[in-house]
């Protein structure tokens, strides 16, 4: 069972690089998230999709981009990297019935020197 | 977004049961109580959820006080594979939902052998 598969694992940037995080769901789930884990912390939504070509922003978008273009695919794009986006990203997925849970993924561990 | 309160952090033995608090004095009547734990390094996993009855899964069991303004997640017998931070959310279902997680710190559980 694949469920919710995230790439890379690792990654290190430079300061005003660009970055596409990957996430793939092979559950059909209509709706899917973004989130980020600072160290200690809990995590915090930064954009989220009810279906392919529809997504809307969360808690703190800024300096991130998404688009979804399939039901599977909803990658994340970092345009400027800035040592403020250190953190780890876990992608979720859920389908669209009440009650149901979120899926995530393992997580994109991301430092930005 | 109703809010809810839990210790941050508890200690258990292993192979005991464990009472996992947590406080929710705005809770509305279309919240429901979810339960997701985070192992280290791994993403957040679902556990359990319930709207005003006591719910039992395979994993743990929830109580969810009269008036719905508490809920205790409980383990009925720790092992070191529980030793993970536990969050206590509270989602809106049904129409208009698109199903948000929004997470606070949680309660770090630590399992003594």
């Known amino acids: 069972n694949a469920g919710v598969t995230q790439t890379p694992k690792f990654r290190i940037l430079k300061i005003g690089q660009s970055m596409t995080l990957q996430c793939a769901q092979d559950?059909?789930?209509?709706?899917m998230y973004w989130y980020r884990q600072d160290p200690g912390m809990g995590l915090k939504l930064i954009y989220y999709?009810?279906?392919?070509?529809?997504?809307d922003k969360g808690e703190v978008p800024n300096g991130y981009n998404v688009s979804r273009s399939t039901t599977e695919d909803f990658p994340l794009r970092l345009e400027l990297a800035a040592p403020s986006q250190t953190s780890v990203y876990f992608c979720a997925s859920r389908n669209g019935q009440n009650y149901q849970p979120q899926h995530f993924g393992d997580g994109t561990r991301l430092s930005i020197l | 977004d109703a809010k809810t309160t839990q210790p941050n952090s508890m200690e258990s033995n292993e192979e005991e049961p464990v009472h996992l608090p947590c406080n929710h004095s705005?809770?509305?009547?279309?919240?429901?109580i979810h339960w997701y734990r985070q192992l280290p390094s791994q993403g957040p996993e679902y556990v359990i959820h319930?709207?005003?009855s006591n719910v039992n899964n395979r994993m743990a069991s929830l109580a969810i006080a009269e008036d719905r303004k508490s809920s205790t997640l409980i383990l009925h017998r720790a092992t070191l594979r529980d030793a993970a931070v536990y969050y206590c959310i509270l989602r809106r279902e049904g129409g208009g939902s698109n199903y948000k997680l929004t997470f606070g710190k949680g309660t770090l559980l630590t399992v003594n052998p």
């Open positions: 705005t809770i509305s009547g279309t919240d429901y």
């Open positions: 319930g709207l005003t």
């Open positions: 559950m059909n789930h209509n709706y």
């Open positions: 999709s009810v279906g392919a070509g529809i997504t």
